[in-house]
């Protein structure tokens, strides 16, 4: 800020060389003074860039519109993946049964309660998961490196991606292939399907492993794929939620 001065100016009432009157050196003075409080002013701290872009609602939005359109096109590749496992492990389902045991293949004989039951079982399975990851670093390196990855998601695009993914996948590897390869190898060709690239991934397999292990232990108890399935999208929307979270908070 510019400090006001104290006192008199320098030479002030003194004979000036500009003029009789002084008025050229006081209008000097002036502009030195004026000069001194400009170089005070911009020697403060200018206001934080980061301050500054997050204050500034054109570029809230603009990053808002990036987030929108990375989500949605997650999710579309999330479908354009488990579409067409869904429709193999559909025609491999009719190839090997007819189409007459496809709907009890698919809801069993008491589907809502499957529904509602594996729902349930996946979203506190997911909760466990969560709890585990705050215990055990490795588990916490596991959803930094996912949600690292997946980014900032909408809501509903996880919705999606959990209910593709759940039907998908449990088509495939529970509905057709259990029965023709048994529960071992399916489980753990379900795990190594989930192989990733980087190291710090390497327990994902074998979590996906193990829940191939239970998601095929109830589709032989059920006898139905859909309780499978509710398990599989409860489990992701739950994950996914909080991943979108965690990437979120991310810078």
């Not at 998601?153 to 259990?178: H, P």
Request: charged content about 20%; proline content about 7%; hydrophobic content about 45%.
């Amino acid at each position: 800020m510019t400090r006001e001065p104290e006192g008199p100016l320098e030479g002030e009432g003194l004979p000036q060389a500009g003029g009789e009157d002084g008025t050229s050196q006081d209008a000097g003075t002036s502009r030195s003074g004026q000069g001194s409080g400009k170089a005070e002013t911009d020697g403060e701290d200018p206001p934080s860039p980061s301050v500054s872009a997050v204050s500034d609602p054109g570029a809230a939005s603009k990053t808002a519109s990036v987030r929108r359109r990375r989500s949605s096109r997650l999710a579309r590749v999330g479908r354009q993946v488990y579409l067409p496992m869904a429709v193999v492990g559909l025609a491999i389902m009719i190839f090997r049964e007819g189409v007459s045991a496809l709907p009890g293949r698919l809801f069993g004989a008491h589907p809502f309660r499957d529904l509602s039951l594996g729902l349930l079982a996946g979203a506190t399975l997911a909760g466990i998961w969560a709890g585990l990851s705050r215990a055990w670093p490795v588990a916490a390196r596991l959803d930094e490196v996912l949600g690292s990855a997946l980014g900032p998601l909408r809501a509903r695009d996880c919705a999606g991606l959990a209910a593709w993914s759940g039907v998908g996948e449990e088509l495939l590897f529970r509905g057709a292939l259990l029965p023709w390869l048994g529960l071992w190898p399916s489980s753990l060709l379900f795990g190594i399907v989930h192989l990733p690239l980087r190291r710090e991934l390497v327990l994902w397999p074998i979590l996906a492993a193990a829940l191939g292990l239970l998601f095929g232990k109830v589709f032989l108890v059920t006898g139905a794929v859909a309780a499978p399935v509710a398990m599989h999208a409860g489990v992701n929307l739950v994950g996914l939620l909080r991943l979108a979270h965690r990437g979120e908070a991310q810078p």
